[in-house]
């Protein structure tokens, strides 16, 4: 039976390995080289802490101050904004209590299980050496700043993930590089990180391969069917059979989805990153710093900064101004930090308006599933969304609730 992952991203290269495994023979699809796309540029978190849906009030009621700041945490491009009216609107609409608490257990019960799909994962492929011990330090300048993030620690607390309180000395214990104007840090131990996630794709592409995966560059034309899929069109002209697909293709499944006649409402969150070679410090925690966007953290071989969201959907072409405001914020937190042989990236992270991904068979076209929106927790979420797919697809039972990753849940 020929299985075909449209994508070949963390999230689809993970899934293709673990079908392979089970006996699948998987064709693993992408139109570009493998793990170039977002996969290339995250910023290396396991970020289990990091679910909260973006819909909360106290998230949206700043947009409208932010998009007036050209340095703001989240900037809409003016001439996209009437394409983002929808998604807005159901952005909205997943901002109801009621609905939030929903939202808030289904990334929970996904976070929850990360390290149970990770860890193994790793170790039977032998990549457990990517995976740092550290943890992730978020930063407050004061209990003004610290109070404001504290509805994230609530959520935290609730559903059990650990957390250490400490103050601006204990935290330069920890990094010495921080700056003085530090006086809260709030320790997340499960927060790890990865030392390359792009050689991480990579490798677990050659292992897929090294199980008798096939790899193929191609981009989607369109699919042919019958009462069910039955190949994948390429537009050079090739045609690949298969009984099954599955769409894992981040940002830009929902054109792919549209082919299907089935639309999803996917948005990309444009993300920036530098990548310094030269910082001139060492650090081994990554950090945050709620109130001024940005995340910085060692991996693959320096230093990356990077943070905000920019929506200006999937053909605009970057606007690198957006990754020197994260520098220049990451300074305040890290004076000594030089910016020298650097490079800089944009990405497009696949954003639904409720923040929970997609995880489900096709609700139109039997044989065809799908595996993205995971946001900004693609390298997190990519072991269990393995697991869990691989169940679906195998008929296996999976071991959580799979009814609210559905694609017809919108």
């Not at 009621?98 to 299980?113: F, H, I, P, T, V």
């Not at 900064?305 to 929506?311: A, K, L």
């Amino acid at each position: 039976m020929a299985t075909v992952i449209v994508g070949a991203g963390i999230i689809g290269t993970s899934l293709a390995y673990e079908l392979q495994k089970r006996g699948r023979q998987v064709i693993l699809l992408d139109k570009g080289e493998v793990g170039r796309g977002a996969s290339y540029g995250n910023m290396a978190s396991i970020a289990v802490t990091e679910f909260m849906p973006a819909s909360r009030p106290s998230v949206w009621k700043q947009i409208p101050g932010w998009m007036l700041d050209p340095e703001g945490p989240v900037r809409v491009s003016p001439a996209y904004m009437p394409k983002l009216i929808p998604w807005f609107m159901r952005f909205i609409a997943a901002s109801r209590p009621s609905k939030l608490r929903q939202l808030e257990a289904q990334g929970a019960a996904l976070c929850s299980r990360v390290y149970d799909d990770l860890l193994p994962l790793l170790r039977e492929t032998g990549l457990e050496g990517e995976l740092t011990e550290e943890g992730c330090l978020s930063l407050y300048s004061d209990e003004a700043e610290f109070r404001a993030d504290r509805e994230h620690i609530e959520i935290l607390e609730r559903f059990g993930f650990p957390h250490r309180r400490l103050t601006g000395a204990e935290a330069r214990e920890l990094e010495p590089e921080l700056s003085d104007s530090i006086g809260i840090a709030v320790l997340f131990p499960q927060n790890r990180s990865l030392r390359d996630p792009y050689r991480l794709v990579v490798a677990l592409a050659d292992r897929f391969a090294a199980l008798g995966g096939r790899i193929e560059r191609g981009e989607v034309a369109g699919f042919d069917r019958s009462d069910r899929i039955t190949a994948v069109r390429l537009t050079d002209g090739r045609t690949i059979p298969a009984d099954e697909v599955v769409i894992c293709a981040g940002a830009h499944s929902a054109r792919l989805s549209k082919l299907l006649g089935e639309p999803m409402p996917l948005e990309t969150e444009r993300g920036y990153h530098t990548q310094i070679m030269a910082p001139g410090i060492s650090m081994r925690h990554s950090i945050i710093w709620p109130a001024r966007a940005f995340m910085v953290t060692p991996t693959a071989g320096g230093i990356r900064v990077g943070g905000t969201v920019e929506m200006a959907g999937l053909d605009a072409p970057p606007d690198y101004r957006r990754s020197k405001i994260t520098v220049k914020r990451a300074r305040e937190a890290l004076p000594n930090l030089r910016c020298e042989d650097f490079t800089e990236w944009m990405g497009h992270r696949p954003a639904f308006p409720d923040t929970v991904p997609v995880m489900s068979a096709s609700a139109r076209v039997p044989g065809v599933f799908y595996a993205t929106g995971h946001g900004h927790l693609g390298v997190t979420y990519a072991a269990t969304n393995a697991r869990l797919m691989g169940d679906l697809i195998t008929g296996a039972p999976p071991p959580i609730d799979m009814r609210p990753y559905r694609i017809d849940r919108f």
